[in-house]
RNA sequence: GCACCCAUCGUCUAGCCCGGCCUAGGACACUGCCUUUUCACGGCGGCGACUGGGGUUCGAAUCCCCAUGGGUGUACCA
């Protein structure tokens, strides 16, 4: 038997990082069994759903790398794979239910159902439906809805306990009497999402059901359905939730929590599923920064945590930076280089001095976008204001460094050079340290004062070569 | 209210299933030192946790019970 997994988002926004997250699990174990991992669309709250955020959705699973082998833009033998196109499946298994006398159709109106909520709660009383409508007879209620009365499909509940296995909870149980007789298809012809998701993981062939916790109790009212149908039970595992600092399920009031502004920001597809895929699971050699695509038979459903994950972006800078660093400086070159702006000076660079200023500033860059402040050093005159650059301007050693520099970038603009080289960076500190008789600290801050108007920032000795002359110069003279 | 789930450093977690190797390991953050000026990177340290109470046992973070806390669900939303 070929393992099967789906993740089955409703286009009603754009791709959540809990929705990431789990869909990247089910890939994972879809890839790590040699299975199959489906994408299904589950867009039947018509007031919600939206054509574009399915569009969207698609576009941030496959900018995240997430691919999947069925679904509703490539096909497959088990389509359609919008629910909306089912209709004709949820109506039909609808009709067997009917048959079989496990779902009836039931008349209550809104108004009675508020009531007999209310009634219920006033008398601490479980608030379920009490079954009123069972007792219609078939040819009662054939005839009701011939005279055009409006009925929904509610699922006969049977009095009983009920019981799985969780692949991460273990074992878990649910006593009787706790659900009414609920709903299965609405008014409107539209199944409600217990029971189409049931009929679709049936049809579709779905073994491992991997979702968030938050759908466990969802797992009664599916466990009645796979009865009624007397379908093979699929095997549940439910990870843990993703919530915020407050503990509370995490959501858009807790900041960025949609896939697209981290792909607006600049971060990483491999570093978010790296971070997001650490909550809640951890690698067999406690590895922290890796690429979940290269997890292969590594990944698998014993290493999930029960408990839910507070969503921090901390560790995920941290990765991201990892990530970053890791890459080639010419594709670092390549992203780094969209981030700054059109007119920026870094753009009429040529290509070495490009590749040279990544080598130099990658270490200190998390974000692509870091490198243009990095950058700022090579060709800003501003000058500081931190208090221990003043200190070192101040230093009665420092104009002597000075008057030395600018004779010698006076030489080199003379001699029409567009940089200095390393060695001739090495001959100015050592002719400051030889002749001057400068050297430590008065040597090192007092040059980087003068030639960068700054107290700190990196190597000199890599920084000066990639300044523009002119830069210089300007510096200097001041 | 009721049901279900959960409980190790501030955060993510390892260990728990199969009790002793745990004076509880790693990572982020914070922090000290080193890396022959600084910053960053890196290296070496520091800070910092088994929710509480009972039990079982020679021995419990690990097993059992209770309490407490937190979360989720309780829709013609998903």
């Avoid at 039909?92 to 008349?107: G, M, N, Q, R, V």
């Avoid at 779905?206 to 599916?222: C, F, K, S, Y």
Wanted: hydrophobic share 40%; with cysteine.
């Amino acid at each position: 038997m070929t393992v099967r997994v789906r993740f089955a988002p409703s286009p009603t926004g754009y791709l959540h990082i809990g929705g990431a997250r789990t869909a990247m699990y089910n890939q994972l174990f879809a890839k790590a069994m040699g299975g199959k991992y489906i994408l299904r669309i589950e867009d039947t709250d018509t007031e919600r759903s939206e054509r574009k955020f399915e569009t969207a959705q698609i576009e941030d699973l496959k900018w995240l790398g997430i691919t999947h082998d069925e679904g509703p833009d490539v096909g497959g033998e088990y389509g359609p794979y919008r629910q909306s196109e089912r209709l004709h499946i949820y109506k039909a298994w609808s009709d067997k239910l009917i048959e079989k006398k496990h779902a009836y159709p039931c008349f209550c109106t809104e108004a009675e159902l508020t009531a007999k909520k209310e009634h219920a709660e006033k008398n601490n009383l479980p608030p379920v439906y009490d079954g009123t409508c069972r007792h219609i007879t078939r040819a009662d209620s054939a005839a009701r809805i011939a005279k055009g009365e409006e009925a929904v499909i509610r699922f006969h509940v049977q009095n009983k306990s009920y019981d799985f296995q969780d692949g991460v909870r273990g074992h878990v149980t649910f006593p009787e009497g706790m659900v009414g007789d609920f709903v299965i298809m609405r008014a409107n012809g539209i199944p409600v999402y217990n029971f189409a998701v049931v009929v679709d993981d049936s049809s579709m062939k779905i073994t491992h059901v991997i979702r968030a916790e938050e759908h466990l109790n969802n797992t009664l009212r599916q466990l009645m359905l796979y009865e009624a149908f007397g379908e093979k039970i699929p095997e549940f595992s439910h990870v843990s939730l993703l919530i915020g600092e407050d503990r509370q399920k995490l959501s858009k009031r807790h900041g960025a929590t949609s896939v697209r502004l981290y792909q607006e920001m600049n971060y990483l597809p491999t570093a978010l599923l790296n971070y997001l895929c650490l909550l809640g699971w951890s690698h067999p050699n406690e590895l922290d920064v890796f690429d979940p695509q290269t997890l292969g038979t590594l990944f698998n459903l014993n290493r999930f945590t029960k408990s839910s994950a507070i969503y921090d972006v901390n560790k995920l800078n941290f990765i991201n930076g990892q990530h970053v660093r890791a890459l080639p400086i010419e594709s670092i070159l390549i992203e780094a280089e969209k981030t700054i702006p059109v007119n920026h000076p870094f753009h009429k660079m040529d290509e070495g001095w490009k590749l040279r200023t990544i080598t130099v500033f990658k270490e200190k860059m998390n974000f692509f976008q870091d490198l243009l402040g990095l950058v700022e050093i090579l060709f800003t005159t501003n000058v500081s204001e931190d208090a221990e650059y003043k200190e070192a301007i101040g230093w009665e050693t420092t104009p002597k460094i000075r008057e030395y520099l600018r004779g010698e970038i006076e030489i080199a603009l003379v001699n029409k050079k567009k940089f200095v080289t390393v060695e001739d960076y090495n001959i100015w500190s050592e002719h400051v340290k030889g002749e001057l008789k400068i050297k430590g600290k008065p040597l090192f801050m007092g040059m980087r004062a003068v030639l960068t108007h700054q107290a700190h920032g990196s190597d000199l000795k890599f920084i000066i070569p990639l300044t523009p002359l002119e830069v210089l110069a300007t510096r200097i003279k001041l």
